[in-house]
């Protein structure tokens, strides 16, 4: 069964700091992953990466891909209050269909 | 500017009340997925459409089904709705990869969040 695992499930820091995000996958005829940010809406896309070893970048934040050992990973420099927000990472596989993650809720105190 | 709106961000039904769900996307987009969202369960797909009365089970289908009569409109239905199905659905459209559409991402709608009593 496909499935893709995000960790930690949450996280809490202070502006300025730095996180790292995981996310693992297991799924059949990968295409991509994209991350996603979800505070009270519908998620915004943050990056697809289909690559491995390609840093993708806007901004303070920042991904990229391992299809080797199966796993991405998001970073967030210089943290700010209004980075506060789950972050989806979902697997899309070659008949367009999304698997996601359960997400990661990151909490930036002042 | 891209847009998919649903017909309703809250709703409240009854138990064994038939509940439609109304997607529509202003992209000529092929593909349409329904997805519920749960605390502590991420997105779960529904059902999806690559076109025009074509439509494929997603992960939770059950108790769930789906239109696609026009491109733009995809419509969840729930026959009979259960307190279980108390959640936040959200829809999205997206292109089919492949068109020379490059990086191309699931546009998603505000979301509906149905409680069903």
């Known amino acids: 069964e496909d499935k893709v695992v995000q960790s930690p499930l949450s996280l809490v820091v202070h502006e300025g700091d730095t996180v790292t995000l995981n996310c693992s996958y297991e799924?059949?005829?990968?295409?991509?992953l994209l991350w996603y940010k979800q505070e009270k809406k519908a998620p915004t896309f943050l990056f697809m990466l289909?690559?491995?070893?390609i840093e993708k970048k806007s901004g303070r934040l920042s991904s990229i891909l391992d299809k080797k050992e199966l796993f991405s990973i998001l970073n967030i420099t210089a943290t700010q209050t209004g980075d506060s927000a789950v972050y989806l990472c979902?697997?899309?596989?070659?008949?367009?269909?999304?698997?996601f993650g359960t997400g990661t809720r990151l909490q930036v105190f002042p | 500017d891209v847009k998919v709106t649903q017909s309703s961000r809250y709703l409240v039904k009854r138990t064994g009340e038939k509940v439609f769900l109304e997607c529509v996307q202003d992209?000529?987009?092929?593909?349409m997925f329904w997805y519920r969202q749960d605390p502590g369960l991420g997105l779960r797909l529904i059902y999806f459409?690559?076109?025009?009365?074509?439509?494929e089970k997603g992960d939770i289908p059950e108790g769930y089904s789906v239109s696609r009569e026009k491109k733009e409109r995809f419509s969840l239905i729930l026959e009979s709705a259960s307190t279980n199905q108390t959640s936040m659905y959200l829809c999205?459209?997206?292109?089919?990869?492949?068109?020379?559409?490059?990086?191309?991402?699931?546009?998603f709608g505000p979301g509906t969040r149905l409680t069903v009593t």
């Open positions: 999205a459209s997206s292109f089919p990869q492949g068109l020379g559409q490059g990086d191309y991402e699931q546009y």
């Open positions: 799924v059949t005829n990968f295409r991509s």
């Open positions: 289909t690559s491995s070893g």
């Open positions: 979902a697997v899309e596989d070659n008949t367009d269909k999304l698997i």
């Open positions: 992209m000529d987009h092929e593909n």
């Open positions: 459409s690559y076109d025009v009365k074509m439509k």
